[in-house]
């Protein structure tokens, strides 16, 4: 079993940055290929970015590339979002996930095992 615990959210002004940690528990964190979904109100869950178990492939959703940087650092058991020149259109709750299958850094979220519950990021314009 893995436990995901997420943190760094809050509210900022459109322009400003955020990063989040997921600080993850259990199982050996260096198996898992992490990845970030969010999920705005009235919306359905949509994916972020993701990194595989290495930190070799990364990958984003349209919206967020050149803003947003995922990495991870398995010494500590973290992945990180680092979200820069933030947008109203990016306030959510965001999820960090954890997926052990394949080294793909998937989009998809059948894909992942383990879920974060996740924290409130809110831009104001």
């Known amino acids: 079993q893995v436990q995901l615990i997420e943190s760094g959210g809050g509210l900022v002004q459109a322009g400003n940055s955020l990063r989040l940690s997921c600080a993850a528990s259990g199982r050996t964190f260096s198996s898992y290929d992490m990845g970030w979904f969010r999920q705005a109100p009235g919306k359905e869950r949509e994916f972020v970015s993701a990194?595989?178990?290495?930190?070799?492939?990364?990958r984003y959703v349209d919206s967020v590339k050149g803003r947003f940087t995922i990495s991870r650092d398995n010494a500590k058991n973290t992945v990180y979002l680092q979200m820069n020149s933030l947008k109203p259109e990016d306030t959510a709750v965001y999820y960090c996930?954890?997926?052990?299958?394949?080294?793909?850094?998937?989009?998809?979220?059948?894909?992942?095992?383990?879920w974060g519950q996740g924290t409130q990021v809110t831009v104001s314009s």
């Open positions: 990194i595989t178990r290495s930190g070799g492939v990364t």
């Open positions: 996930a954890a997926g052990v299958k394949a080294n793909i850094a998937s989009r998809r979220e059948y894909d992942y095992d383990y």
